[in-house]
C-alpha cells in the first residue's frame, strides 16, 4: 500500500451531471497530482496542486477543476460530464523537489453513461 | 511536445523467458525516468527510477533498466520472468519535479 487512498473506488453518472473525487496524500506529502487513464492508454496528466496552489496543468479544459486543502488532501471536480471522461481517475502524492517520485492510489473509475 | 514511446503494445513470453520492454523519449535537458508497473485490480508501484549516477539502475523484483542518453532510451530487463510478472508497464519521463508523462504502456502476459 502507498498510503494514497482515494473516494470512491466505482461510480456511475449520467451525461451532463458534475462529479467530485476525493484524494487523501501520503503523509508529509504536500504535492498531489491528478491522471486521467482511459482503457488501453497510459495515465494523461490532468493537474498538479502545491501547498493548495494548482502548479501546473495538462491539456484537459476548464471544466476540469481541482481544490487541495491545508493537510494536503484533493479533489477533482468535472463538470457537464461526457462520455469520454469515462476513465480509471488516479491521484498521485510526492514531496516537492527536483528528484522525487510519486505515489499513486487505486484509483477512482468513472463511468459516464 | 514530449513524449514517452512504448514500443511494444503487448509482449507474451513462456516462464523464464527474458523479457526486455522498450522506452523512448523526446525531451531536452536533464529527465527523471520512472517504471511503473500495475497488476490487475492493483494501483500503479514504481519499479525502478533513475536520476542521475550509474546508468544501469536496478529495481524491485529482479527488475534493471538501462539510461542511454544518447538514444533518449530507457528500456526494462528482466532476464527470466515469472508468471506473477503478468501486468501492464509504463515508462514515465519528468524533469525536474513536474508532471509525470507516460507512455501508453506494455501489457505482459506470461504463461506458466
Known amino acids: 500500500e502507498t498510503g494514497v487512498t482515494q473516494s470512491p473506488t466505482h461510480l456511475i453518472k449520467t451525461r451532463g451531471q458534475q462529479v467530485t473525487l476525493r484524494c487523501s496524500s501520503q503523509s508529509g506529502h504536500n504535492t498531489v497530482s491528478w491522471y486521467q487513464q482511459a482503457l488501453g492508454q497510459g495515465p494523461q496528466f490532468i493537474f498538479q496542486?502545491?501547498?493548495?496552489?494548482?502548479?501546473g496543468r495538462g491539456n484537459f479544459p476548464p471544466r476540469f477543476s481541482g481544490l487541495q486543502f491545508p493537510n494536503y488532501s484533493s479533489e477533482l471536480n468535472v463538470n457537464a460530464l461526457e462520455l469520454d471522461d469515462s476513465a480509471l481517475y488516479l491521484c498521485?502524492?510526492?514531496?516537492?523537489?527536483?528528484?522525487?517520485?510519486?505515489?499513486f492510489g487505486q484509483g477512482t473509475r468513472l463511468t459516464v453513461v | 511536445a514530449q513524449s514517452v514511446s512504448q514500443h511494444n503494445h503487448h509482449v507474451i513470453l513462456s516462464e523464464a523467458a527474458s523479457l526486455e520492454l522498450g522506452c523512448n523519449y523526446s525531451?531536452?535537458?536533464?529527465?527523471?525516468l520512472f517504471w511503473y508497473v500495475q497488476y490487475p485490480g492493483q494501483h500503479l508501484q514504481l519499479l525502478l527510477k533513475y536520476f542521475s549516477g550509474d546508468p544501469l539502475v536496478k529495481g524491485i523484483k529482479g527488475f534493471e533498466a538501462e539510461f542511454i542518453k544518447s538514444k533518449f532510451s530507457f528500456n526494462l530487463r528482466k532476464p527470466s520472468v515469472q508468471w506473477s510478472d503478468t501486468a501492464e508497464y509504463f515508462c514515465?519521463?519528468?524533469?525536474?519535479?513536474?508532471?509525470?508523462?507516460f507512455g501508453k504502456g506494455t501489457t505482459l502476459s506470461v504463461s506458466s
Open positions: 514515465a519521463v519528468n524533469q525536474a519535479g513536474t508532471a509525470l508523462i
Open positions: 498521485a502524492s510526492s514531496l516537492e523537489g527536483p528528484r522525487t517520485e510519486a505515489f
Open positions: 496542486y502545491y501547498r493548495e496552489e494548482e502548479n
Open positions: 525531451y531536452g535537458g536533464t529527465v527523471n
